[in-house]
């Protein structure tokens, strides 16, 4: 199939029509109607090189289907660039939604935004709405009470974020069928890769997500192909054939007087191997070297006169590196200078970058009178987009300026390698120079992050470690986690120790975005290398914070002792600092580390402590978080009355600062002490309300905890049916928002359900999952308390007759896990469990050690509890 005659556009219009496409086309159509139906998202992925019709096909396809619908298909683009905004792609989707346009003023960008999110949402959780979508806009609306919530947890926030953009988009559809085309994914960071796959898994409604993209994006995301499996088509686009080719080739030179000559069709086809964009490029080549050329340029039909001697003289193309090569060598002496300006800016330039370049290579005026130079750039400009290697955008980066791209990724390598060590290190000074110029470019993640990459590359280390560093704190403040550990790694590298105390908090900030991301080691590093540098400074408060952090990485590993005495230090250090917020969080901390280790009484003095310091600070989310965690250990010892004061009073508390993502915490723990009490009916109305705060706020994480907590309540019920189908929405959830520890808690208690339903072999597969995940993430705890849940499991016989020995070799790696945490309370738990196990098993009723070992333990459980009710009753 040929698409649109190619007679109709001159050579600077020139435009291969689709050709050979036709199944394709049909699997985009078929999409496309498809997600015209209610709740039916539809994700296409056209994959494919430079050139070989991704874009043209997209277009194709978006104008068949505006063609046959009765409702229109309102279609919304964004593009990634070289310049790898955390979340540039959305940024510029929804700037196409919003219709943002270049230049805006912030304040009727921002009015904008909210009438338009008011008008697809109505009043409900407009401003939160707004906040999360303004993070990716660089637009800052008024904080809410839930994301001052979230301010305080950043780890919350990735999450929150993709629930709200997610729940946006499925509005939107609601009010009419919606095409969001994502161009040039190859160029995405892994922020908005991260986004993006979770809503090619989970968005529904009359959505087409189409994306577009080279093959390097598979490099990154090998399993790109199987994400949203069912509903997501990967159309890889193939060199055309010989037949298609000559077909659009002989479409191509449509314009030649006398008909496209054979000898014009037969080498191009050669050259470009089916590639449309290379046949595109091949006409032009044609025209450069004299082989073609237009009688009349102001015709309203281009008729082209064929000068066929001019071919065997021509050296055409033999590859496609040669077709570079020969349209570099097309370009005069002045447009070459130009491209090899504009390729040292980047992908993107500006004009104003060029003239800024050009300016500094010649001699200043007197009188700076007019601006001819900068006249003659945009006519050179305007030649070059004519030909085809470069385009214009619709907007810019920067109000007033005009910016564009290169056409061909290749032509600008090409280009750049024009360029001598010594030229590229005096443009990229330039270059640094003319952005630094532009206001507020130190304020935005974007243009921060490109500043520092050129004062990199002009070989000023020290000022563009800190610009990066300051490009981190702005995807930092935006809960951009993995853009952000990237700036800081770059930043901290080139910046030395240029000011200590400034890289004292990059290191803070570094490490704590590390922790967000799982990568503890670098994380402790990073923290370490903190703690150095404040030692040699003599800052108390700064040490203080490093070994805090530090401590608390240990304790989350397993590893008390080690938390102890960072925790320890970290409190003395505060106290030399008179840093009343820091010896409070230390004492908090402290108490949290005696808690797993089963040391109720000295955990509670240290929580108290912490609570009295928070008073007087006067800071009411942290009193709040005080008394919920004094709540949790009293539960966690059986003193339910005094567990149900704290509680109540932390959700009073939680109530009254407007904390939503607190007030399903304290609704959630209170109904786990409603559990404990027996009283399910008042468990479940407490979870439910929490379930339903959680959903109000878009709070996937804190739902799947709820339902997990909801699960675990029927089956304590004995309900196991129902059991098992909230678990299974609970184990959903985490694992559409990518929470390893809250998916494998929801595992465990499906394991735990499915053994109450007599389903050895599901019981089996849920709790190996759930170990599997606990040791993933390093919880020396949960793994412990999983592997109890497997003994009891194995002993039940998921396995099987034969696995007797199995059964007990898991608790007893149960109880070493818990004896190295110094978990007493825990270890006495798994005592109890073995010894039931033992007792109750008819293949150790007559093995009389393994009865006496069965008895011991029993007997040293015992102890340990009544141990723990007198320490606590005296507490009292």
């Known amino acids: 199939m040929t698409s649109g005659p190619a007679s109709h556009f001159g050579v600077s219009d020139l435009r291969a029509p689709l050709t050979g496409r036709d199944a394709a086309l049909e699997r985009l159509l078929t999409a496309a109607r498809l997600a015209r139906e209610p709740g039916s998202c539809r994700v296409v992925t056209v994959l494919g090189p430079s050139g070989i019709g991704k874009s043209r096909l997209v277009h194709e396809a978006l104008l068949a289907v505006r063609v046959e619908a009765e409702v229109p298909l309102r279609v919304y683009r964004g593009s990634a660039r070289a310049l790898q905004l955390s979340y540039g792609v959305f940024a510029r989707l929804l700037r196409s939604r919003f219709g943002l346009v270049e230049g805006m003023d912030a304040e009727a960008a921002k009015a904008q935004v909210r009438a338009q999110v008011t008008q697809v949402t109505g009043d409900r959780k407009v401003e939160d709405i707004c906040f999360f979508l303004g993070q990716m806009l660089d637009l800052s609306f008024l904080e809410s009470p839930l994301t001052r919530a979230v301010s305080d947890d950043p780890s919350e926030a990735p999450r929150l974020r993709k629930a709200i953009l997610r729940s946006f988009i499925e509005a939107d559809a609601a009010q009419g069928p919606l095409c969001l085309v994502l161009e040039d994914l190859h160029l995405c960071g892994e922020d908005s890769l991260d986004l993006l796959r979770y809503l090619v898994e989970h968005l529904s409604g009359s959505v087409l997500v189409v994306c577009v993209t080279r093959p390097e994006?598979?490099?990154?995301?090998?399993?790109?192909?199987?994400?949203?499996?069912?509903?997501?088509?990967?159309?890889?686009?193939?060199?055309?054939?010989?037949?298609?080719?000559?077909?659009?080739?002989?479409?191509?030179?449509?314009?030649?007087?006398?008909?496209?000559?054979?000898?014009?069709?037969?080498?191009?086809?050669?050259?470009?191997?089916?590639?449309?964009?290379?046949?595109e490029q091949m006409v032009r080549i044609f025209h450069d070297v004299g082989v073609l050329s237009e009688r009349d340029s102001l015709a309203e039909q281009p008729v082209w006169t064929v000068n066929l001697e001019k071919l065997a003289q021509a050296r055409l193309p033999m590859s496609v590196e040669d077709a570079v090569e020969a349209r570099i060598a097309a370009l005069s002496t002045s447009e070459r200078r130009l491209l090899e300006h504009a390729a040292a800016i980047g992908s993107v330039f500006w004009l104003g970058g060029l003239v800024a370049l050009e300016r500094s290579e010649g001699r200043v005026p007197e009188l700076w009178e007019n601006d001819d130079d900068r006249e003659n750039i945009q006519a050179l400009l305007d030649a070059l987009v004519e030909r085809d290697y470069v385009l214009e955008l619709p907007d810019s980066a920067f109000a007033g300026e005009r910016e564009y791209v290169f056409k061909h990724n290749l032509e600008r390598e090409r280009v750049s390698r024009l360029t001598s060590a010594t030229a590229d290190r005096r443009y990229h000074q330039v270059i640094a120079e003319f952005l630094a110029g532009k206001e507020g470019v130190r304020s935005q993640e974007e243009s921060s992050a490109m500043l520092a990459d050129h004062l990199a590359r002009a070989g000023a280390a020290e000022r563009a470690g800190l610009v990066f560093i300051e490009a981190g704190d702005q995807a930092r403040s935006n809960y951009a986690a993995k853009k952000s550990a990237e700036y800081y790694r770059r930043g901290l590298e080139l910046y030395g120790s240029v000011d200590a105390r400034r890289r004292i908090e990059a290191l803070h900030n570094y490490g704590d975005v590390l922790v967000q991301l799982g990568r503890t080691d670098e994380a402790l590093t990073a923290f370490r290398e903190m703690l150095e540098l404040a030692h040699r400074l003599g800052a108390h408060a700064k040490g203080g914070a490093a070994h805090n952090r530090i401590g608390r990485l240990f304790r989350d590993m397993g590893s008390l002792s080690q938390a102890t005495r960072h925790l320890a230090t970290a409190k003395a250090l505060f106290q030399k600092a008179d840093d009343k917020r820091g010896i409070s969080a230390c004492h908090d901390d402290m108490g949290k580390v005696l808690w797993l280790r089963g040391d109720y009484d000295a955990a509670l003095a240290e929580m108290k402590i912490s609570l009295e310091m928070r008073k007087e600070i006067g800071d009411r989310r942290s009193i709040a978080l005080s008394l919920n965690n004094i709540g949790l250990v009293w539960l966690d010892h059986g003193r339910t009355k005094q567990a149900g004061e704290a509680l109540d009073a932390a959700l009073s508390l939680r109530r009254e600062v407007h904390d939503p993502l607190g007030i399903v915490q304290s609704l959630n723990n209170l109904g786990r002490l409603a559990q404990e009490v027996g009283d399910f009916t008042l468990a479940l109305a407490r979870f439910q309300e929490a379930h339903e705060i959680a959903r109000e706020i878009g709070e996937h994480n804190r739902i799947a905890v709820v339902l997990t907590n909801i699960g675990e309540t029927h089956y304590r019920q004995g309900n196991p049916n129902e059991a098992v189908r909230v678990l299974q929405e609970a184990e959903a959830l985490c694992d559409e928002m990518g929470d390893t520890l809250h998916l494998a808690e929801a595992k465990r208690a499906l394991a735990k359900a499915y053994l109450l339903q007599n389903d050895l072999r599901k019981a089996r597969e849920s709790i190996r999952q759930a170990v599997d995940l606990f040791g993933q993430v390093r919880s020396k705890s949960h793994l412990a308390a999983a592997l109890r849940t497997l003994g009891e499991i194995t002993g039940a016989g998921a396995w099987g007759a034969g696995h007797e020995v199995k059964a007990v070799d898991y608790f007893m790696r149960s109880i070493a896990l818990f004896k190295e945490i110094g978990s007493e309370l825990e270890t006495a738990k798994s005592y109890r469990a073995f010894a039931e196990y033992v007792t109750d098993s008819a293949h150790y009723k007559d093995n009389a050690d393994i009865q006496r070992e069965a008895a011991k333990l029993s007997q040293m459980a015992d102890e340990i509890f009544e141990r723990h009710r007198r320490q606590l009753g005296s507490a009292e």
């Open 217 to 279: 994006l598979l490099t990154r995301q090998e399993n790109w192909p199987s994400v949203g499996a069912g509903r997501h088509d990967v159309i890889e686009l193939e060199p055309l054939g010989d037949e298609a080719s000559v077909e659009l080739m002989t479409a191509l030179l449509g314009p030649c007087e006398g008909g496209p000559p054979a000898p014009l069709v037969d080498a191009a086809v050669g050259m470009a191997r089916g590639n449309p964009g290379l046949l």
